[in-house]
């Protein structure tokens, strides 16, 4: 009950952090917040199954974004498709992560950078075939770059965060140790 609890609590974090978004050249493909923030929680909670956690916040995002384009709108139009999408993406990159972690472990920081990167670009790579299928957006190597540069920033932010949230641990671990130290003198 505890892990559905946790699950849930980040697949909510992820759809919430998702409404800050932007979108890729006129089409339906969103660049979200979202994937940062599930990348922090994917490190700092073994417990937490990649791919089954990245399927539960994909449905939420997408649940949230249809209510969301429900909400402003007033209709669904050819939005529900291309919303639901998204579960794909998130699941794609919760397999990547789950392969990539397999084979060389959450070992550093420096090393989720790598893992986060690959696992952001090949989920979106996956997603953006569905949708040039679809016709709902077209491959260029202007896309691809594109792409790559946002799993780049995105990784980025999150290896910040990790690496902020790491030397604040290891301050505080290090104030208490000079506290305890003082008492003893």
Known sequence: MKKLKNMLFVAMFVALSSQVNI???????????????????????????PVQAAILSGLMVTFLRIASYFLTNGSLDDVFLSYQIETIFYAFYGVI??????????????????????????????????????????????????????????????????????????????????ERYKRLL
Not at 25 to 47: K, M, P, Q, W
Not at 97 to 111: D, F, H, I
Not at 120 to 147: C, K, P, Y
């Open 97 to 178: 992560y789950m392969l990539l972690t397999k084979k060389y472990g959450k070992k550093s920081v420096n090393s989720m950078f790598f893992i986060m990167a690959t696992s952001d670009l090949g989920a979106n790579l996956v997603e953006l075939l569905i949708r040039t299928n679809m016709g709902s957006a077209s491959f260029t190597i202007e896309i691809f770059s594109t792409l790559l540069l946002v799993a780049i920033v995105r990784a980025s932010i999150s290896w910040i965060v990790l690496i902020l949230t790491k030397h604040y641990g290891m301050l505080l671990v290090k104030e208490e140790h000079e």
């Open 23 to 49: 979108g890729i050249n006129s089409t339906d493909f969103r660049v979200s917040a979202g994937i940062i923030f599930f990348g922090i929680f994917l490190f700092y909670n073994d417990e937490l199954r």
